[in-house]
DNA sequence: GTATCTGCAAAACATTTGCAATTCT
DNA sequence: AGAATTGCAAATGTTTTGCAGATAC
């Protein structure tokens, strides 16, 4: 776990100029508590037992602010539902085809991928990268 | 290129278990021809000017079909759209966020993740491995 | 008091499905 | 003929948006 308490999430969430209103501390508690990557339907049925009043659209909302301001990354490795993490370090996920849990994996070097000794089957690798192309950062529009 | 001419597609098509329909011919040129990582809606906007019968029901199961026998793979690079790629040999996939091209890159080593001295600028690496996880493998569900 | 945020309902999308008509073998 | 495939329209499911009321600073 990250933070200790409510108030640490609330200072956290100021410093990254979001106000941190009930909800979005909520919802972020529960990424820091619940390190599953949910998605936000799992966030929002989990969240109405305590927090009543919350609606799907703030868990949407927030999750992309969160997403905006580098607090939560979005995972993409299903493609009928976006699940978030709160880990923002770069790791690798592998996904379970058979009980459907998501684990992180190191990246940091080629053996990871393999998974040499570590029991994990790769079945399908999908390696995504983004950024600058060579031809964009040469023609200088951006730095 | 993979495909010489239509008769080859066909045989192909055939060969995975798929009758040929005009349909399924032309999606599968389209994807030979155009290595774009198109979407489906962008198969069928650019497929309906020269098959104006086609629907878009059509290209969507016919993508899915092609998906299931292994002739393409589905790309969730994007949150909100599928691509499709006729190459499903393991390979990364670069989308620079400035020109909005989607790049082919080899996945033999470490080394071509950080792409030294290629002038790809990486802001974000997504690794999604798929398989079975070491404790349902032991359980022996599978093989 | 003004900005921001929330909840609701509706809208917007992408994708899937049911079914009758068509096409292939 | 019989099986598979298509196109249409409707359904589905997820995510976004408009807006009035509520909340925070």
Redesign the interface.
């Known amino acids: 776990m990250m933070f200790k308490n409510l108030e640490e999430i609330k200072n956290f969430l100021r410093r990254k100029g979001l106000q941190p209103s009930f909800q979005r501390v909520k919802i972020l508690e529960f990424l820091d508590i619940h390190r599953t990557h949910p998605t936000a339907d799992e966030i929002f049925k989990s969240l109405v037992r305590t927090v009543p009043t919350i609606s799907k659209a703030t868990v949407y909302n927030t999750l992309r602010s969160f997403v905006e301001k580098g607090i939560i990354q979005?995972?993409?490795?299903?493609?009928n539902e976006?699940r978030y993490d709160i880990n923002t370090q770069?790791?690798?996920?592998?996904?379970?085809?058979?009980?459907g849990?998501i684990?992180d994996?190191p990246?940091e070097?080629?053996e990871s991928?393999l998974?040499k000794g570590?029991?994990?089957?790769?079945?399908?690798?999908?390696?995504?990268?983004?950024?600058?192309?060579?031809?964009?950062?040469?023609k200088g529009?951006?730095n």
């Open positions: 979005e995972l993409t490795i299903e493609e976006l770069p790791h690798a996920h592998f996904k379970c085809r058979v009980c849990k684990y994996l990246l070097d080629c991928l998974l570590t029991g994990f089957r790769v079945e399908k690798i999908d390696v995504y990268l983004k950024g600058i192309c060579p031809i964009c950062a040469k529009k951006i």
